[in-house]
């Protein structure tokens, strides 16, 4: 089993900034492509944002492309996600996800999930 523990969300106003964290398995870290996804009050679970487990190629959906940036730290074993310009669109639980191979749509093969944390953009 792989733990993922997300931390970071809150309440945050429309046009500012938030950066959530996700504390990855120790020692096995590298070699998980990671990413983050959100779901919102009654819809489904959606891609945000991914990236390959050196950190050399990210993918992100339409939607937050240029507002959000994804990140890795592998000596710490963290992924992050920093969200800039937020909108009330995007108030989700967020969720971190561990798996083999990262892509513009998603993360795919076995893939481990996190518990979630709340970002909550007010207007």
């Known amino acids: 089993q792989v733990q993922l523990v997300e931390s970071g969300g809150g309440v945050v106003q429309a046009g500012g900034s938030q950066r959530l964290s996700c504390a990855g398995p120790?020692?096995?870290?590298?070699?998980?492509?990671m990413g983050w996804f959100r779901q919102a009050p009654g819809k489904e679970r959606v891609f945000v944002a991914a990236?390959?487990?050196?950190?050399?190629?990210?993918y992100y959906a339409d939607s937050v492309k240029g507002r959000f940036t994804i990140s890795r730290d592998n000596t710490k074993n963290t992924l992050y996600l920093q969200m800039n310009s937020l909108k009330p669109e995007d108030t989700a639980i967020y969720y971190c996800?561990?798996?083999?191979?990262?892509?513009?749509?998603?993360?795919?093969?076995?893939?481990?999930w996190g518990q979630g944390t709340q970002v909550f953009v007010s207007s």
């Open positions: 990236i390959s487990w050196s950190g050399s190629l990210t």
């Open positions: 996800a561990a798996g083999q191979v990262a892509g513009p749509t998603g993360i795919g093969g076995n893939v481990y």
């Open positions: 120790g020692r096995t870290f590298m070699s998980y492509d």
